[in-house]
Structure formats: C-alpha cells, structure tokens
C-alpha cells in the first residue's frame, strides 16, 4: 500500500558506508523524521522504527519512492563518508 508521506520526502544529509555498500539517509516530510538504511547492492531499505527500536523493511511502490526521492537530492545535500562499516553502529 502507498504511504502517501514518502513522496513528501525532504533529504537531509547522507551518510554513506563505503566498507559494506549502505548508506544512512536522513529525511523529513512536514512533520516527521524518517531514517533509512540502504544497501547499495540489493537497493533493500530499512526505515528505523524509534517507537519500537527496530529496522523495518520498506519495500514494493514505497521503496522506489524512498529511492527515488534519495537519489534525485544525493548531489543537493550534505554527503559523509565513512570508510568503516554500518554494522558498527550497532555496537
């Protein structure tokens, strides 16, 4: 089902993992902020569910969205890399 607030997307800053291919993606539509995790390889993308603490798979129409709307701003934004790995996050 199409979550009409993707396409509201505002991209804020990227970081990206160079060790493991993902990037972290920070957005906002009017009201909310949204954290993907993408892996560059697969194009699968996680968004951080806070309320719950965990990483929810957004697939289908909605995950061309989030793409889409990440790649069109990627040169507009402030872009970080990091020459480590996402995983370490968690950690």
């Known amino acids: 089902m199409l979550n009409e607030n993707l396409?509201?997307?505002?991209?804020?800053?990227?970081?990206?993992?160079?060790?493991?291919?993902?990037?972290?993606a920070e957005t906002w539509d009017n009201y909310n902020l949204h954290v993907f995790l993408i892996n560059r390889i697969s194009n699968r993308v996680f968004e951080r569910n806070c309320y719950f603490g965990i990483w929810e798979e957004v697939d289908g129409?909605?995950?061309?969205?989030?793409?889409?709307?990440?790649?069109?701003?990627?040169?507009?934004?402030?872009?970080?890399?990091?020459?480590g790995s996402s995983y370490q996050l968690a950690n």
């Open 7 to 24: 396409l509201l997307l505002k991209l804020d800053h990227v970081i990206e993992f160079i060790k493991d291919n993902t990037m972290l």
């Open 61 to 83: 129409i909605n995950r061309d969205i989030v793409l889409n709307r990440i790649y069109i701003s990627f040169d507009k934004v402030p872009l970080y890399r990091i020459y």
